[in-house]
């Protein structure tokens, strides 16, 4: 059988996350069944990772193996086609069979927006999160620093996980802001359940006052998720890329 590699890119706002779950609407199934129209075949699509509700993506990688004949960079117009307005392939190719979307990948990007202002944009709503209270820009962006290394980010995990071995290594963090709009990516190795909203809403926290700007590492030291602030909600986050 043919191993076939998609880049995905969609608008999280309508969709129970990735991963396919009984009566309700996911990435996962959607792709499913637009692929099932092209190969006339049941396929399961091995995602690189599940993402929550809400959650958006520009750099999805999924795969999927067929016996399907098509071409492999026509399967990206062949899917899209049988696709809704919020899901698009924008990539896709035929890998060795060893290829895992999941298994296979070094790291991950993500992005998220916060939009600073008192006033909420209607056109936003379901892209940023909108924090209406002013921020200290350039304190959140000394601490973000803090958040680079290889760490037992505990701290930073929300309750519910079943993984046992909780450090990752952070790569790079970047904080820009461009007037209302602050742009904060991430890069690293791997991440916990919810770890980029946790720092995220950390960062927020240090931003408003809340949280003293010097205890990001106090906070990673303790391994008590109670010592960092609040999670970001899922709208403004996106999987910018995974990495092979």
Known sequence: MRNIKLIIEYDGTNYFGWQKQPN?????????????????????????????????????????????????EKFKDAINANLPKDIAISHSEEVDSAFHSRYSAKGKEYRYLIYNRRVPSPLLRNLAYHVPQKLDFNIMRKSATDIVGTHDFRSFMASGSSVEDTTRTVYSVQLDKNYELIEFRINGNGFLYNMVRIVVGTLVDIGMGKICSSSIPEIILSRERKNAGHTAPPHGLYLERVLY
């Open 24 to 72: 309700q609407a996911t990435i996962q199934e959607t792709l499913e069944d637009s692929i099932k129209k092209v190969t006339k075949e049941d396929v399961n699509i091995i995602g690189s990772g599940r993402t929550d509700r809400g959650v958006h993506a520009r750099g999805q990688v999924a795969n999927f193996f067929t016996d399907s004949r098509i071409p492999s």
